[in-house]
Nanobody, 121 residues
Framework: QVQLVESGGGLVQPGGSLRLSCAASGSIFSINAMGWYRQAPGKERELVAAITSGGRRNYADSVKGRFTISRDNPKNTVYLQMNSLKPEDPAVYYC???????????????WGQGTPVTVSS
């Protein structure tokens, strides 16, 4: 079984920075895309940023120029560096990965438990 464990969320002032981390563990054969989503109260979950195994990145328009996604393939870890945080950024941030376990020939979507981000002065 594969698990994703996020860390790095918390409270930050407007204009501040946070770095989220998400490590995949378990019986992993390979990981394709990894990404970060967020869900604010009363809103649907939305894609924030994604990165392929080859390093190609995709960002939501609302975070372009402020957030940077990166990954460490040998460590099965993805990061989200969030700079210039705004009042509209608070949400629970979820890690997502397309994972193939050693026991199966197919890739499945795996989600982390979520880490809250609060932006407040």
């Amino acid at each position: 079984q594969v698990q994703l464990v996020e860390s790095g969320g918390g409270l930050v002032q407007p204009g501040g920075s946070l770095r989220l981390s998400c490590a995949a563990s378990g019986s992993i054969f390979s990981i394709n895309a990894m990404g970060w989503y967020r869900q604010a109260p009363g809103k649907e979950r939305e894609l924030v940023a994604a990165i392929t195994s080859g390093g190609r990145r995709n960002y939501a328009d609302s975070v372009k120029g402020r957030f940077t996604i990166s990954r460490d393939n040998p460590k099965n870890t993805v990061y989200l560096q969030m700079n210039s945080l705004k009042p509209e950024d608070p949400a629970v941030y979820y890690c997502n990965a397309e994972v193939r376990a050693r026991t199966t020939p197919v890739y499945v979507q795996v989600w982390g438990q979520g880490t809250p981000v609060t932006v407040s002065s």
